[in-house]
C-alpha cells in the first residue's frame, strides 16, 4: 500500500472547486482511495464563521462562566453559542465541552476549529460530511473519506478519524469468517475508514506544513461483508450514559 498527499493545493476559500483542484494535480488509478481534511471541505463550503455571527443566548452564558470557573481561563460564551447550535447533546460540559454533531459524530467542542481560519475566527465541520464525500466521489470517480483529528479516551494525543465517506462501506465486516486456527469471529467489525484515516494523516501531517489531501493506492477492501455503521447507537453507547450521569467537581 502506498500514501502519498496531493501536491500544491492552493489555500481554499469557499466556493473553490474542490474536486477539479484535486483532479489536476492527480491521475487517479483503479482502487485509488482520497482522504481529505473536513478543513478544505469546509473552507470551500463556507463554513467559516465570525464569532460575531453568534449571539450568545442564556445557556451559553452559562456553559462559559462554568467552564472559566473550573479551568480558571476565560470563556467566549459566542463560542459556547456556536457550540450548542452545532450539537445534538452535550454530553459533557466541563472541564471541555463533549458534544454530539448533527451527523452523528461525538468530539471535543463540536469539532469547530479555531487554527488556520484565514478570514474568520472559526470552521466548522461540514453540515453533512457524507454527503460532502459523495459529491467529491461522484465527481473524482474514486471512494472519499472526509477526515478530522480527534482525541480518544485512555489515550494522550490525536489520531485521524473518519467523519464522512462515500463509494466504500466503513466497515469490513469480519463476523461468520474463521481465524487461523479456524475459529469463528463473532464480534470483529474493523473500522476501515477510521484506519484509513489515520494513515493518511501520517502523511497530511498537522500545523502549517500540513497537506489537506491524500490518495491511498494499493489499498483493496477484499472479499469481506461491509458495514455502513461507524456512530455508535445511542441505545447501545454505554460511555456515553455513563458521561451524562458524571459531573466534574474539579
Known sequence: ???????????????????????????????????????????????????ADFEAGERAERLAAHRAEVTGEERDPRFAQAIIEESEELVLEAPFVLAVTKFGHITVNAGIDRSNV?????????????????????????PVVVTDTSGRPFRYGQRGVAVGWAGMPASRDWRGETDR??????????????EL?????????????????????????????GSE??????????????????????
Open 118 to 142: 484565514p478570514g474568520g475566527d472559526l470552521l466548522l465541520l461540514p453540515e453533512d460530511p457524507s454527503a460532502s464525500a459523495a459529491r467529491l466521489s461522484e465527481r473524482l470517480g474514486v
Open 1 to 51: 500500500m502506498e500514501l502519498f498527499a496531493v501536491p500544491d493545493l492552493p489555500e481554499i476559500r469557499a466556493g473553490d472547486d474542490l474536486a477539479a483542484l484535486i483532479d489536476e494535480r492527480v491521475a487517479f488509478e483503479d482502487g485509488d482511495v482520497l482522504c481529505v481534511a473536513s478543513t478544505v471541505v469546509s473552507k470551500a463550503e463556507g463554513r467559516t464563521f465570525d464569532l
Open 229 to 250: 455503521n461507524l456512530f455508535r447507537d445511542e441505545a447501545d453507547d454505554v460511555v456515553r450514559a455513563a458521561l451524562r450521569e458524571w459531573e466534574f467537581d474539579g
Open 197 to 225: 484515516a489515520g494513515a493518511a494523516n501520517l502523511v497530511a501531517g498537522e500545523g502549517d506544513g500540513g497537506t489537506p489531501a491524500v490518495v491511498v493506492r494499493g489499498w483493496a477492501f477484499g472479499d469481506h461483508g
Open 181 to 194: 486456527d479456524g475459529r469463528e469471529l463473532g464480534v470483529t467489525v474493523q473500522s476501515v475508514v477510521d
